[in-house]
């Protein structure tokens, strides 16, 4: 199971233009994990610095690839496409765009930092992106915000005996979000909403959802359009405002990736995803080449293009997700090659969680793991760190 990231934003934004250049991966046939049907959904990679030449070892990665000591690790990228202003109220939230969202683990809100675009996605000048920002997370918080009154609703019918436990019924209303009891009790205690709901006026109500809304929905902001010269300002502008501290932020041409990587197929240029240079190896025309020197100005300013950044940030920066890599304390690994897998796990994920993420075999028979780089070993609620190394070992 991998990771689902959500691309979110208003029309004419950039949205098809990301998904487009993160997923268009010229990878060794073979490598793709999963294919699909759903044009709006496709394979994208996130990178980890491979674990394997610190024991001296050539990885052979069973899913995805590894470039130059770069493991590029497969997640899935959906374009949520038909988000449109006061989608909650009225017009309603299109069922495929609710069955997206629901599914997308962390959100990328792909904005348009030049400020062409209108609220509707209408050409115009001097947008301020921060009225798309507002609207997307205000549009989240009010279907929240609905789900949070079916949670109430439930709770005041029930039958709950002689306790009644407001967040057993929220995170049963709430379970598509993959949320649980502890978290929602959480949320309600740190918000100060408290655990009786019969207490919550409309204030406490909406900051609660939108508590629980940030919590399973977090969201990297993609400031696209950034190789526009009216990008910067605005892009200054709104990452210096505290009340946008919430949030992350990373400037992006979703052009310039989907440029680099049509030129790389072409084998006009060589470019490693999410690099911030590239080389020319092939023949470009006089256009072409001019077009190259501009993106290698722009890349060579950000530090790339942005893209794999945005969902690099989602995954490890807003989700706190870690990759691991299943090793033997003796640097081998099983007869099919070593260095085969990198998971990604949750935040705050143990030992204990990542061997019931093998299996739950494993998980049942778990003595301890062993740190492959310290020779160490680690207790079941040992929590772990991005890019460990671990063995397992077990009764069975
Ligand atoms: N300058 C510039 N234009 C972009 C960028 N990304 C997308 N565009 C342009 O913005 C327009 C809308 O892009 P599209 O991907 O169709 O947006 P969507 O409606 O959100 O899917 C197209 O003309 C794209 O070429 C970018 O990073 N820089
Ligand atoms: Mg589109």
Redesign the pocket.
Known sequence: MSYKIGLV???????????NAATMNDVPEGAYPFTTIDPSVGEAYVRVECAAPEFDETCTPSVGYCDDGTRFVPVKLV?V?GLIPGAHEGKGLGNQFLTDLNEADVLAH?V?F?GETDLE?EPTEGHDPREDIDFLENELDMWYLDILEKGLERYRSGYHGEEKKIEEDLAEQMSAFKTNKDEIKQILLATDAGLDPEEWDEEIKARVAREIRKRTKPIVIAA?????PAAQEHYDSVTSDPDYEHLTFVP?????EKALKQANEADVVDYQPGASNFEIVGDPSEEQAAGLEQIREYVDDFDGTGVQDVLESALFDVMGAIAIFPGSANGRADSQGVFRDCFILPEASTTEDFAYHLHSDIGKGLLHGIDCRSNRQVGSDHELDHRDVVEIVTTN
């Open positions: 934003g208003k029309p004419s934004v950039g949205k098809s233009s990301f998904f374009d496409a792909v348009d030049s996605g696209n359009k950034m190789d526009k992006t041409s979703a052009h310039a």
